[in-house]
């Protein structure tokens, strides 16, 4: 055995530490932790409940990164991207589904979900990553091929799952009648589905970073791994898979503890979902962040406009599939004001990433565009 093997076989306990603390905080917290949450009135008990779950689950973040990362290294791009992706916005669907299924019953869920992931990921993402990347870098390259085929896919998917049923007349509200859930459930699914295979078969070359130019000269390939030890493709695919399950079951306590701390502070409701998806969407910002600090703005445009695609090509069939077998009720159509911003964002989406690069400005107005989400909540 080689000094490298050792290495691995020795590290596997200590290098998944998240994984194990995760476990044991979802097994105390699953068994007995529900009579804890009963009254939280006491300051001191909510504190320590809040920053136990918040501190673990951020753990868990870092560890679905770093296998994510240890795929993207094994596998290449986009399918390392691809895979934290589709991770992440899993655990969106699966949440939004639980509560729809067994909670009571809330008609705007899924659509204020939808729209604070597409808010963050869009604005709140973006524009940190694009910020600090210009400021490290100055000018960053991504392939406009691969922004332009995920823009083109989200525009439609956003207006016609978000938008058009505020304005159809066949059911009350935002709600979407039988018959447009089944017509959206088919064309959100087939899209995307179109989408991924042109992603990662017939023009994946989309959705790697361009050939080595004026910005990038010197700059490997690969991410900067010295500090990970890369094993097998399964063993990262399982133990990645493993480390989200604790953030998926905890979600639901750190919900709660979300809202208690919301009503006592009489903070607006849509506050509660913001700070879940911000939970949520954590591994996916960290690894944007890393990508854009290391001049590799591909992965970072893969992950959020992938992440914003996939967050409404996945979670629009879901929820409608869902409402039309259990007769849930749910409300897709935004409202004027977040019509706006929706149009504003995916508008300033499509002309900053039309050139091929981007600096700080960039940036900055996606920046703006996030405090004026954040504006909204409160007004």
């Not at 922004?147 to 896919?153: E, I, K, M, S, T």
């Not at 989406?349 to 920046?367: C, K």
Request: proline content about 3%; aromatic content about 8%.
């Amino acid at each position: 055995m080689t000094n490298s093997e050792q290495k691995k076989d020795a590290g596997i306990f200590s290098s998944e530490m998240a994984l194990w603390a995760g476990i044991v905080t979802t097994l105390l917290i699953l068994s007995i932790g529900n009579s804890w949450m009963i009254d939280l009135s006491n300051p001191l008990k909510y504190g320590i409940l809040f920053t136990w779950l918040f501190v673990v689950m951020l753990w868990l973040a870092f560890g679905v990164v770093r296998h994510a990362d240890c795929l993207a290294i094994i596998l290449g791009e986009p399918y390392g991207t691809l895979i934290l992706t589709l991770a992440v916005i899993s655990i969106e669907v699966v949440m939004i589904a639980a509560v729809m299924i067994t909670g009571e019953n809330n008609p705007t869920l899924a659509r204020d979900t939808m729209f604070s992931v597409l808010m963050i990921v869009l604005n709140g993402m973006l524009g940190i990553t694009l910020l600090i990347g210009g400021i490290r870098h100055h000018e960053q390259e991504y392939n406009l091929s691969g922004a332009n085929a995920y823009l083109g896919v989200l525009f439609p998917l956003a207006i016609l799952g978000l938008v058009m049923p505020r304005f159809t007349i066949s059911a009350p509200g935002g709600q979407p009648s039988i018959l447009m859930s089944i017509f959206l459930v088919i064309i959100s699914a087939s899209l995307y589905s179109v989408f991924l295979m042109l992603q990662t078969m017939r023009h994946s070359q989309f959705f790697k970073q361009p050939v080595l130019s004026a910005s990038n000269v010197g700059i490997e390939d690969d991410h900067d791994h010295a500090h990970l030890i890369i094993r097998s493709v399964g063993y990262h695919a399982v133990f990645l898979i493993l480390t989200m399950l604790p953030i998926v079951l905890l979600s639901k306590g750190m919900a709660k503890l979300v809202q208690h701390g919301i009503d006592v502070l009489q903070a607006p409701q849509a506050l509660g979902g913001f700070l879940v998806a911000i939970l949520v969407l954590s591994p996916e910002a960290m690894g944007a962040a890393k990508a854009a600090l290391a001049n590799k703005l591909q992965r970072t445009v893969n992950i959020s406009l992938g992440s914003a695609l996939a967050t409404i090509g996945l979670t629009v069939p879901a929820v409608l599939a869902i409402s039309l077998f259990t007769g849930r009720t749910v409300e897709l159509g935004l409202d004027p004001a977040e019509i706006v911003l929706l149009f504003l964002t995916l508008l300033v989406s499509t002309v900053n990433f039309g050139t091929g690069r981007t600096n700080i400005l960039q940036g900055i107005v996606h920046l703006t565009l996030f405090v004026a989400y954040i504006e909204l909540i409160f007004d």
